[in-house]
């Protein structure tokens, strides 16, 4: 079945700079490719989401880019605000509406 | 706006105690899925369903079952409940029109 790691398990920025959060999968028949955001003692919410018809999908602040060949997607959050403090879940299926998930990262924006 | 709601929000029980956690969404989505979220393990998939009477294993069905009587309601049920089975439960249902995940708030689960 479908594998999914996701790196780094934490990551603290400061306040207005970039956070990267990078994922990997194992099926090539992968093409659906969301994101979401869990603010503590929340629900998962999704944030962006890419299909693998396409590279890059920008959302404002937010920006998912996906290499098919290196089969790994990128979550980009720029100008990043305390309100972007929270876990971040990538996550990938081949269109069964069935998810893999990542294992999270605990994102901290640092005032 | 879609609203999943699970029954519980916190439960207790004890070991060997059979477990019910209800889950009920309100759009006439065709998919819903059970999770648990423990930290590190990120979201794991115990079962899903995608239509009525109907259900699909997922990562780790051990020690649970599900039932799906009616399109927007989905029990997961712990036979006899075990320590480690002590977690978060995730609730979700899919629709075709929005293609997205819609999660429940959780019930968190501890088993003594």
């Known amino acids: 079945g479908e594998n999914v790691e996701q790196h780094p398990s934490t990551l603290s920025v400061q306040e207005g700079d970039s956070a990267v959060i990078k994922c990997t999968y194992s099926?090539?028949?992968?093409?659906?490719f969301p994101w979401y955001k869990q603010e503590l003692g929340k629900r998962p919410q999704l944030i962006i989401d890419?299909?693998?018809?396409?590279g890059e999908k920008k959302d404002q602040r937010i920006a998912v880019t996906l290499n098919k060949t290196a089969k790994h997607f990128s979550l980009h959050i720029t100008e990043t605000q305390p309100e972007d403090s929270a876990v971040y879940f990538c996550?990938?299926?081949?269109?069964?509406?069935?998810?893999?998930f990542g294992t999270g990262t605990r994102l901290t924006i640092i005032p | 706006d879609v609203k999943v709601t699970q029954s519980s929000r916190y439960l207790v029980k004890r070991t060997g105690e059979k477990v019910f956690l209800e889950c009920v969404q309100d759009m006439d989505h065709e998919n819903m899925f059970w999770y648990r979220q423990d930290p590190g393990l990120g979201l794991r998939l115990i079962y899903f369903?995608?239509?009525?009477?109907?259900?699909e294993k997922g990562d780790i069905p051990e020690g649970y079952s599900v039932s799906r009587e009616k399109k927007e309601r989905f029990s997961l049920i712990l036979e006899s409940a075990s320590t480690n089975q002590t977690s978060m439960y995730l609730c979700?249902?899919?629709?075709?029109?929005?293609?997205?995940?819609?999660f429940g708030p959780g019930t968190r689960l501890t088993v003594l």
């Open positions: 099926d090539s028949a992968s093409n659906y």
């Open positions: 979700a249902s899919w629709g075709a029109l929005r293609g997205e995940q819609f």
């Open positions: 996550a990938a299926s081949t269109g069964n509406e069935k998810l893999t």
């Open positions: 890419i299909r693998s018809n396409v």
């Open positions: 369903s995608y239509d009525v009477k109907m259900k």
